[in-house]
């Protein structure tokens, strides 16, 4: 499987300002059709979801690399894992 390089996606990160990157209306999020979460640097990936129910977040690919994504940082999509998992349920 193909991954972001660690340097897209702390750029990515950083450019989304460490919060989440959804504008799925579907999830009904608060911010208009924003989600916005904030997000730890450290929490990422499904290992960080805490005893307490606290999740992490992940970089998601805009345009998967079956379809011939490439691992840029325009193609690197910052979200919590709750819009994680179901941007990747479709
Ligand atoms: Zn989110
Ligand atoms: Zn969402």
Do not use: V
């Given at each position: 499987m193909v991954e972001f390089p660690e340097e897209v996606v702390k750029k990515a990160f950083g450019a989304a300002d460490g919060r989440c990157e959804c504008l799925m209306v579907?999830?009904?999020?608060?911010?208009n059709s924003m989600c916005m979460r904030v997000l730890d640097?450290?929490?990422?990936?499904?290992?960080?979801?805490?005893?307490?129910?606290e999740k992490g977040w992940e970089a998601h690919w805009i345009k998967s690399p079956e379809e011939?994504?490439?691992?840029?940082q325009e193609n690197c999509e910052i979200l919590c894992w709750d819009c994680y998992v179901k941007k990747n349920k479709k």
């Open positions: 579907e999830h009904g999020h608060k911010y640097w450290t929490k990422r990936g499904q290992s960080f979801i805490a005893a307490d129910g011939g994504g490439k691992p840029t």
